[in-house]
């Protein structure tokens, strides 16, 4: 699957799959076949985020690279955010926030610590 040219925003279908959904955004898969591939319905870990994009054919750099600012984020990437009540999986791309839990959004949702993993535009 190649990286979606737009974004169709979707919010999590199930608490704890802000994961599937992110990866669902990104490649434009339906969530329930995002499921499939990664094996997991719950909590993504970033062994699963990392493998699902690889079986999609996303290419992404393997490096995390802590963030503080809007202006910092490469045109797309893979967001992992704390926030108040959990880790939270999250897609910055070109210039929007979209986010499964809190909608399109203009800048970081809640987070203390921000963290991504660039994805490369195919």
């Known amino acids: 699957m190649p990286l979606v040219k737009e974004v169709k925003h979707i919010f ?36 699963d985020m990392k493998e699902t994009l690889t079986k999609l054919n996303i290419s992404f750099e393997n490096e995390r690279v802590e963030v503080f600012k809007k202006e910092q984020l490469p045109e797309i990437a893979l967001l992992s ?5 959990c880790w939270h999986w999250s897609l910055y791309f070109r210039g929007v926030f979209y986010d499964p839990e809190h909608g399109i959004l203009q800048d970081f949702p809640p ?7 660039k994805i490369k535009s195919n």
Request: aromatic content about 6%; proline content about 6%; some cysteine.
């Open 111 to 117: 987070s203390k610590r921000k963290y991504y993993w």
């Open 12 to 47: 999590e279908p199930m608490p704890l799959q802000c994961g599937q959904a992110v990866l669902a955004m990104l490649s434009g898969v339906a969530v329930d076949e995002i499921v499939l591939l990664c094996s997991n319905d719950r909590e993504t870990t970033l062994k």
């Open 81 to 85: 955010l704390e926030t108040p009540r």
